[in-house]
């Protein structure tokens, strides 16, 4: 194997406003003539790439492949260019590259992927490995410095970084990516305004490119930006480039002055490889092949359209139906010679493994802690139009009960109204704590999931911080609610009996953030999310012993009875409420119920003491809370396959 890696030829890049043609030519010529001015050194590998997966059903299921013989390379120091048309398989590809094709059901890969002439090793990949997805999902009220910082503080390994030195690397990946004037504007989304799309995407860079990556993937990174905002991204991905990253990017039609940034191209179609080399050679080569760049067009346009199949009713369909078959033959039959041509030997001493390869967590479990939840809550605080919709509902609940239920008495209606009050409270309780809850759970755990896979934090932190921002918020908000019912609808006037309802309907407020993380954790997708939620709720509801009485619970349902969380509220509010009370009752009346023990017994709401209540509620709460921590651990477990 070679000792030294040697140079290759580069085009130089000019910001000039030339024609793509002219331009094309320029560069043409340029490619042979000018030498790199800086290290090009070995990257990522891979050789006769083969992904297939099953597909269709019954007498229809087949094999289909999506990568057929692939082989290429990405050399540090290089910027390289995906570019494919639609369904050519260009994120099979990038997903295999990166190891992420766990998502993908069942399916066979054959072939080889290195790193540095290594085979690539879980345990060092997320240090090695910056991952910039198309969608990049991150807190929108985190300003761009909070974002980047929090990743620097996460993922740089606490062995080798003290704090000021990541937060300086903090300071320095913003300086380098031209945030420095939008480092204290908020990230924003689609709802919430922020920085520019151009912006945004930097930061999403900025957050990979902290943790000094040695191989950096962007799936279409230019998508949805206007041409400024792309060349910027663009521009500032090249120069990270210069620094001995190997870049990769998959991309979406780019225009002329930003595909020519690219010192490599490889050209995908049908799961195989047409080309891959520089822009000027891959010109060339297809113009060898017959098909010249049309005078004044877009080289990128032009290899797209070459590489699209003819639809089968156009009127270009006889001449052309061969063409990308061609074209992907003459790439199999000789291009291996042109591609070796620019292809640099890996050599396994060269690359000594650094200290950022060496696994570990950034920060102690405590610190982790609090950096989650100085996220969580800059995030929540932050977000005052939530804060202020979930404070305003409690407080309209609480008028509209206080209203309905004002100052109830001691008659026998007063009595049912009392009854239904307390088991709408519960209830009122979980619905409104569940639905903020699963509403974001999805997008938050689309940010969990791209952080376990860095390997940023203990997936236990995360869970633990979630619930320390949750319920302390839930309680705040609600407090004015469970007060003000309590007192103008006039339940028992002691300290004792209000202190024991305010601490019931606290534990309600648990259950139910621990039951919406739980819930949440089900699925990444929102519509089935949301589809468990209320019928689960209204389940759990029906059997708490009010609507149908345990007695008439069949058999096979009481199991429902015993994990139904509105049994111990229920049954303690009740014991609180109606244990040494007495109702009016008119002479000769029926079904009446003088004494409030009449009413614990009727209901059946006395089989335990408040304490045993709540103690069976707080084995609920903590079965709760482990069972979501598991979901939560599964849903997001990073699906990492390197070993081929
Ligand atoms: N899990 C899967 N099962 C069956 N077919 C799949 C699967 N994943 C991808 N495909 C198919 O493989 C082909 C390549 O898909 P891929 O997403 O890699 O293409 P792409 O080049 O990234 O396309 P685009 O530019 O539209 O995103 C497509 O035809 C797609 O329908």
Redesign the pocket.
Known sequence: MDSKPAPIELQTSTTSTTTAHEATKRDSTSSTSTSPTHAITPGLEWSNIRLT?P?GRGKNKHE?T?LEGVTGYAHRGEMTAIL?P???????LTNVLTGRIGG??KYTLEGEVTFQGREREEKSWKNTVGYVEQFDLMYDSLTVEETITFSALTRLPAHTFTKAQKIARAKSVIDMLGLSKCRDTNVGSQNKRGVSGGERKRTAVGVELVTFPKLLFLDEPTSGLDSHSAYSVISNVRDISRQGVAVLCTI?QPAYELFRMFDKVILIAN?RTAFHGTIPDAIQWFTNLGFPLPEGSNAADHFISLLTEPAPNSAEFEKEKDKVENILKAWEERGAELQNLGRLKSNTALAPQDATDRPGFGLSYVEELYWLLRRNYTQQIRDRTTLIASFSQNVFMGLILSFSFYRLGNAQQDLMSRLGLLFFIPINISFSVFFPIITLLPLINGILIRERRTGAYRISTFYLARLLTEIPLALITRLIFFVLVYWVCNFQATARAFFIYLGVNFLTVVYSVCMGLFIGSTSRKLQVVQAITPASNVIFILFAGFLLPTSNIPPWFIWLHWLSYGNYVFASLGQNEFIGRTYACPEGAVGCFPRGEDVIRAYDLGRFGIGANVGLFCCLIAATVVAGFLMLKRLTRPQLRLKI
């Open positions: 997966v597909v289909r999506l494919g639609s369904g050519a398989g260009k994120t099979s993908m059901g979406h799961g």
